[in-house]
């Protein structure tokens, strides 16, 4: 085979030779492909690698044929395509109290363990129970948050979970011993007369037997 002396002739075993995008298009009857020119020296990519655009805000780099993106922080791939795991919430704050980060970049979040609330675990919750985790008794109210958790207990019961009955004061209607002592608990109240007296609250004077 010869080579045929024409500007865009060629025969079949001559290699393709580089042509101008003009050229390419312009419909030149060839006998070998038609390869564009490479870009001149110095010209930027336009797009990141396989010709595909770089996405979640990656930048264009490098030039023709070496096109790169590269990725904001919190993306990866080839293309700034894949979301990565979370490291930090979206303020780049980091889950307190032993709060655990999930999801990936773009939906942050921080699971709280119990006892603890907010965005990043920071806050205390409002206690379930009395200290220790104990739950209050005889009618004791929970108070306080994580951390500082205790039991208001109604009269009648002291202790750190309102467990002891204290000691009574009146008799079990709560009025007082006129003329004798209240003794007992909490729940079995009672007056001790005075020699003399009688009646729940020591209130009758008993009648001289001599």
């Not at 010709?51 to 264009?60: D, P, R």
């Not at 894949?82 to 921080?110: H, R, S």
């Amino acid at each position: 085979n010869e080579q045929v002396d024409a500007p865009d002739l060629y025969v079949s075993n001559v290699e393709p030779r580089s042509k101008t995008a003009q050229e390419c298009s312009c419909g030149a009857t060839v006998s070998a492909p038609c390869v564009a020119a490479p870009p001149p020296p110095g010209t930027a990519c336009k797009t990141g690698a396989h010709g595909k655009k770089c996405s979640n805000g990656g930048a264009i780099r490098g030039a023709p044929p070496s096109c790169t993106c590269e990725c904001s922080t919190g993306y990866k791939g080839d293309n700034c395509e894949t979301a990565e795991k979370c490291q930090t919430l979206a303020d780049g704050k980091v889950c307190q109290n032993n709060g655990t980060i999930t999801g990936v970049t773009g939906n942050c979040a921080c699971k709280c363990p119990t006892g603890w609330r907010g965005a990043d675990c920071s806050l205390a919750a409002p206690c379930t129970s009395g200290k220790d985790g104990k739950p209050c008794q005889n009618g004791g109210v929970v108070t306080g948050n994580t951390g500082s958790c205790g039991c208001r207990c109604v009269d009648g019961f002291v202790g750190a979970h309102c467990e002891e009955r204290t000691a009574c004061y009146a008799a079990a209607d709560d009025r007082p011993c006129v003329n004798g002592t209240a003794v007992g608990s909490t729940g079995s109240c009672r007056c001790e007369c005075n020699p003399g007296f009688s009646g729940t609250h020591c209130e009758i004077a008993m009648k001289c037997t001599a």
